[in-house]
């Protein structure tokens, strides 16, 4: 993870617990745009995960967004660590169907990288540095579908992704497993994302949770996070 640029900021990835982890769902962007101008901003995240999302309404139905984030664990008492950064853009069409419910489209492309350093993996291996690295591409669909007063905003999003990976490097064993093998066995996996959205507040500016899955459909035992809760501020400016 070498090359960290945080464009306008979107998404996700890498997440690192006692096992290798090459994927991390990151927070959906759930603007819930209904006008021309709008624009809509949020910071989000948990621990070791920091995230800033945008959105704008150029036109009547058409808008744009821009997604960041940036991942890094604390390091457990062993050394062992991970993280991650990904960007991501997107755009797509919005619909008001009355002062209250909205409904939002995106086409998603995004990159970054992850790595993972096991140092406690090298004494059982001898000749390795225990280290993973590779560079992410992922694209897809985002739908959005919410309810939207001046104090409240709840929604359902879903994204269908394809997550790719390619650069991969390092020498990491771990379970008697080639790491690199392992991921290049797995470069290409396709994902189904549900998550749920809850914001309270004031009529700019609300708190926001989210709740969120990630279902891998090419392989239901790849090294990855499968769910996330977050936790942020979210702007709305007309």
């Not at 490097?169 to 189904?192: H, M, P, R, T, W």
């Not at 507040?201 to 990630?214: A, D, I, N």
């Amino acid at each position: 993870m070498k090359h960290t640029l945080l464009v306008m900021l979107a998404g996700s990835i890498l997440l690192f617990s006692c096992n290798p982890r090459y994927y991390m769902p990151n927070t959906h962007n759930v603007p819930l745009l209904t006008q021309k101008g709008e624009t809509n901003i949020t910071a989000s995240g948990a621990e070791g995960q920091y995230e800033l999302h945008a959105a704008h309404a150029v036109s009547n139905s058409i808008s744009i967004m821009a997604n960041g984030g940036l991942f890094k664990p604390a390091e457990m008492d062993n050394g062992d660590r991970g993280s991650g950064n990904f960007v991501e853009l997107g755009g797509g069409y919005y619909k008001p169907f009355n002062n209250n419910l909205a409904l939002e489209t995106f086409g998603l492309l995004g990159f970054g990288s992850m790595e993972n350093r096991f140092p406690s993996t090298v004494d059982a291996n001898p000749g390795t540095k225990g280290d993973i690295s590779a560079n992410i591409f992922r694209y897809g669909l985002q739908a959005n579908f919410g309810y939207k007063t001046k104090y409240f905003e709840a929604a359902v999003s879903a994204r269908f992704l394809n997550l790719l990976y390619n650069n991969i490097k390092g020498d990491l064993i771990y379970g008697g497993e080639n790491q690199v093998a392992y991921l290049k066995d797995n470069k290409s996996n396709f994902l189904f994302e549900p998550a749920l959205t809850i914001r309270g507040g004031l009529e700019r500016l609300k708190l926001q949770l989210q709740f969120g899955g990630s279902l891998n459909l090419t392989n239901d035992d790849f090294f990855q996070e499968n769910s996330f809760i977050t936790f942020g501020i979210n702007f709305n400016i007309r």
